[in-house]
């Protein structure tokens, strides 16, 4: 599966932006995906994550209430929804696909197949 985030910007703390993470190839067998970001010199960290086909969604606890993860199935995109912004939430953000059934880990970035080229977030203080 090939991933395309898209939507990453500059923000004052307190705003929005909304990602986006196009996917195309075999995207019929895609079980989950989700969202992680690294900010730098920090490790790379999970974000939200989505069940493809049936949309549980599972968040960080430092994101629950501000962000919010959504798919649309029929074209192929992910998004995140990044509501009331602090300045620790610059990082790159990533998204990520899996297909594997078993052992499904949604906060384990090993459980992943295909991964985006990161879009930036920077909130300025």
């Known amino acids: 599966v090939q991933l395309q985030a898209s939507g990453g910007g500059l923000v004052q703390a307190g705003g929005s932006l909304r990602l986006s993470c196009a996917a195309s190839?075999?995207?019929?067998?895609?079980?989950?995906m989700g969202w992680f970001r690294q900010a730098p010199g920090k490790e790379r960290e999970f974000v939200a994550a989505?069940?493809?086909?049936?949309?549980?969604?599972y968040y960080a606890d430092s994101m629950k209430g501000r962000f919010t993860i959504s798919r649309d199935n029929a074209k192929n995109t992910l998004y995140l929804q990044m509501n009331s912004l602090k300045p620790e939430d610059t990082a790159v953000y990533y998204c990520?696909?899996?297909?594997?059934?078993?052992?499904?880990?949604?906060?384990?970035?090993?459980?992943?197949?295909?991964w985006g080229q990161g879009t930036q977030v920077t909130v300025s203080s």
């Open positions: 190839g075999r995207t019929f067998g895609i079980y989950g």
């Open positions: 989505i069940r493809w086909g049936i949309g549980t969604t």
């Open positions: 990520t696909a899996g297909s594997y059934t078993a052992n499904y880990d949604y906060a384990r970035a090993e459980w992943y197949d295909d």
